[in-house]
């Protein structure tokens, strides 16, 4: 699986979209991007995955650029709630394995 | 559904000790995984499993059993309990057809 880089820590303003940065500059053709998050205390929820194409859902926006080597995770409105560790892992969809290999991720402080 | 439950929420043992954390999902999914996270640090794979009878070691099992005798269970047995276990420990599961895991709010863990 391709070794990602994240930011240690950013902050946001409540209400105000928080943008994740994330490089897989090695990333292979066959491999997908995701990205979950961990608030205090808690264990990891999923938040969204991607190819190539843009995806959005529910909770977020998946931002992948064209040569694929970065992607940016968007909360359109954070909240304290989003308060949390932000992981971005790149693997090959269902793989032998299946586990996530989890680096440090970025922590996500977002500030009223 | 209550997705994926774990026991006990915190124990504290003493070197040498023996315990099994209990990981339950309902949700009937193949695929279970047992995770530990030392602070400040992403999660490691201890073992997993692709079905009933079947498990097979991740990147940090030594010290540890597992077991799989029915889908819904995933037990995970520390037999001589050592300071450098002291952890939190997560269980995951998913189905073979998607790559999303679920995550159960884990096992905080202390070896004095």
């Known amino acids: 699986d391709a070794k990602t880089t994240q930011p240690t820590s950013m902050d946001c303003a409540e209400g105000r979209a928080a943008n994740l940065p994330c490089n897989h500059s090695?990333?292979?053709?066959?491999?997908?991007v995701y990205w979950y998050r961990q608030i205090h205390s808690q264990g990891p929820q999923y938040i969204i995955h991607?190819?190539?194409n843009n995806e959005t859902n529910e909770m977020a926006s998946l931002i992948i650029t064209e040569d694929r080597k970065s992607s940016t995770l968007i909360l359109p409105h954070a909240t304290l709630r989003d308060t949390a560790v932000y992981y971005c892992?790149?693997?090959?969809?269902?793989?032998?394995?299946?586990?996530?290999?989890f680096g440090k991720g970025t922590k996500l402080s977002v500030k009223p | 559904n209550a997705g994926v439950t774990q026991t006990p929420k915190f124990r504290i043992l003493k070197i040498g000790q023996s315990m099994t954390l209990q990981c339950t999902q309902d949700?009937?999914?193949?695929?279970m995984y047992w995770y530990r996270q030392d602070p400040g640090m992403g999660l490691k794979l201890i073992y997993y499993?692709?079905?009933?009878?079947?498990?097979d070691k991740g990147e940090v099992p030594n010290g540890y059993n597992v077991s799989r005798s029915t889908t819904e269970d995933f037990p995970l047995r520390l037999e001589l309990a050592a300071p450098s276990q002291t952890s939190v420990y997560f269980c995951?599961?998913?189905?073979?057809?998607?790559?999303?895991?679920?995550f159960g709010p884990g096992t905080r863990l202390t070896v004095l």
């Open positions: 995951a599961s998913r189905l073979a057809s998607t790559d999303t895991q679920y």
């Open positions: 499993s692709v079905g009933a009878g079947i498990t």
């Open positions: 892992i790149v693997r090959v969809a269902r793989g032998s394995q299946g586990n996530l290999i």
């Open positions: 090695t990333i292979s053709g066959n491999e997908y």
């Open positions: 991607g190819l190539k």
């Open positions: 949700m009937n999914h193949n695929y």
